[in-house]
């Protein structure tokens, strides 16, 4: 199983709505990440999660907030959001995040989840 | 600071051979590498090279990287219509501390016509 499981693929909400973002992967990875992407844009790194503790947070407003329950599961919590957070938010893991022999550093990417802030 | 830039557009008649160039600012990077993201999708890794390699071929793919001129180019031969998507080149940013922080480019768009 090489696969990024996100839900839900499609997310509408308003500005007082509060939701959440989840993601699954079954390979073993202890590195997970939250990507934002904005049309025609590059993803941009969020969040990093490494054997289940926050290592990076990129400056993200709390509106965003992740949890790690375990090593396979990430969540992203949304609440009280703006129109211009509406984007793609893509989920990734990798066999590690610290750089090791042997390992390409891979991350493996979820389809993502549109979100739209009404 | 780390960057990566791109062109951000090419277009390609089926068949031809496709191009796409990176150049980036780290050079401890330890690999570098290109991902596809079709529309509506994740991204795809597509290939990698570690950077002590000039060039690696994978089946349609080669990467070539010159490390003197940080400068990566993905070639897709026999390019198809399938093979329309955009093409993100990324460094793995081992100067902040040896981790897994990837820098990605704004990204190619491959366009295939007929």
């Known amino acids: 199983d090489t696969e990024v499981t996100q839900t839900p693929k499609h997310l509408v909400m308003g500005m007082t709505n509060k939701k959440s973002l989840k993601c699954e992967q079954h390979m073993g990875h202890r590195a997970m990440y939250w990507y934002k992407q904005k049309a025609k844009k590059p993803p941009e790194l969020m969040f990093v999660y490494s054997y289940e503790k926050l290592s990076i947070n990129e400056s993200v407003p709390s509106r965003f907030s992740p949890e790690c329950p375990n090593s396979s599961l990430l969540n992203l919590h949304l609440h009280a959001l703006q129109p211009e957070d509406s984007a793609l938010y893509l989920c990734?893991?990798?066999?590690?995040?610290?750089?090791?022999?042997?390992?390409?550093?891979?991350?493996?990417f979820g389809e993502g989840s549109r979100l739209t802030v009404l | 600071g780390e960057d990566v830039e791109q062109s951000l557009f090419l277009s390609v008649r089926e068949g031809d051979s496709s191009v796409i160039n990176c150049t980036y600012t780290?050079?401890?990077?330890?690999?570098l590498y290109w991902y596809k993201q079709e529309p509506g999708a994740g991204l795809q890794l597509l290939t990698y090279?570690?950077?002590?390699?000039d060039m690696k071929q994978d089946q349609r793919l080669t990467v070539l990287l010159n490390k003197k001129d940080k400068h990566l180019s993905l070639r897709i031969a026999d390019t198809q219509t399938g093979d329309s998507a955009i093409y993100f080149c990324a460094e793995g940013a081992s100067s902040s501390g040896g981790y897994n922080k990837l820098i990605f480019g704004a990204g190619t768009r491959l366009a295939v016509h007929p």
């Open positions: 090279i570690f950077s002590n390699m």
């Open positions: 990734a893991s990798s066999q590690e995040f610290q750089v090791i022999i042997d390992s390409t550093g891979e991350l493996f």
């Open positions: 780290d050079s401890s990077s330890t690999y």
